[in-house]
């Protein structure tokens, strides 16, 4: 129905910023609160969706009348994405993924020793990527955090990632991205731009996302 367009459908979303641990008490992570990720969930769930969150570090509010997974790295967020992914109609890439973890993970605390030491990283697997190989009939949503030439690298990610959306994000703009309570996105699909929005809330353009999503899922039922 119009008010409840995501009605029956599975909705996994993943919200905040993933820890990558050097030893027991350092940790690698990012600035992501979990708002955007949230205001997704809650808007999916009031669209008429079942929600899963597979959250990792959040200080944001958690909404309710949602299942929430928690996960810590990267690694385990792949392995909590992927043994859902399969009944699953819609995901949301929402969280911030670090794309390299320490190498090794010191079993006790580091000590300290010389004025420099090095910091070895490895590339974490990336989920999305990994979510757009394997799509049979999930709509897949990607997000981008850029600092400029948002257009450019939207369209990257999104063809790179077979993503059916991508939102992008300018995080060093006023009012947007990381741990503010507003957002402003630029949506694009594979022809290029779709929406650019104002300033907002996040819950209202996480509302506009799942709008354009969900008609874009009954066109393509419907085919
Ligand atoms: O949580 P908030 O404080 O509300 O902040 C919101 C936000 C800024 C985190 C959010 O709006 C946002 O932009 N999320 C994506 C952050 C990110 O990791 O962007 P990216 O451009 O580095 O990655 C592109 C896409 O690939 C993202 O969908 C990301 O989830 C995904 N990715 C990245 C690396 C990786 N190893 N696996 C992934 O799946």
Redesign the pocket.
């Known amino acids: 129905s119009a008010r409840k367009p995501l009605a029956g459908k599975k909705v996994l979303i993943?919200?905040?910023?993933?820890v990558e641990r050097l030893d027991p008490v350092r940790y690698l992570t990012?600035?992501?609160?979990?708002?955007?990720?949230?205001?997704l969930a809650a808007a999916a769930r009031d669209f008429g969706a079942d929600v899963t969150v597979v959250a990792a570090k959040?200080t944001?509010k958690i909404p309710d009348g949602i299942s929430l997974v928690r996960v810590e790295s990267?690694e385990q967020?792949?392995e909590a994405v992927l043994s859902r992914f399969e009944q699953s109609d819609l995901v949301i890439?929402?969280?911030?993924?670090?794309?390299y973890r320490p190498v090794v993970r010191a079993e006790s605390k580091i000590k300290k020793s010389g004025d420099r030491i090095m910091l070895e990283l490895v590339?974490?697997?990336?989920?999305?990527?990994?979510?757009g190989e394997r799509k049979t009939s999930q709509f897949l949503?990607?997000?981008?955090?850029?600092t400029g030439d948002l257009d450019h690298?939207a369209m990257d990610?999104l063809q790179r990632?077979r993503?059916d959306l991508?939102?992008?994000?300018d995080?060093s703009e006023d009012g947007?991205?990381?741990?503010?309570d507003t957002?402003i996105?630029r949506i694009y699909d594979k022809d290029g731009l779709v929406e650019a929005l104002p300033i907002m809330s996040?819950l209202d353009a996480a509302k506009r996302v799942l709008k354009l999503a969900s008609e874009r899922m009954t066109q393509t039922e419907a085919k």
């Open positions: 993943t919200a905040g910023g993933t990012n600035d992501s609160s979990g708002k955007m990720g949230f205001a959040t944001a990267a967020m792949l890439k929402s969280a911030a993924v670090a794309d590339k974490t697997t990336d989920i999305l990527q990994t979510l949503i990607g997000f981008a955090a850029e690298y990610k990632k993503a991508l939102v992008a994000n995080v947007a991205g990381f741990n503010t957002n996105i996040k």
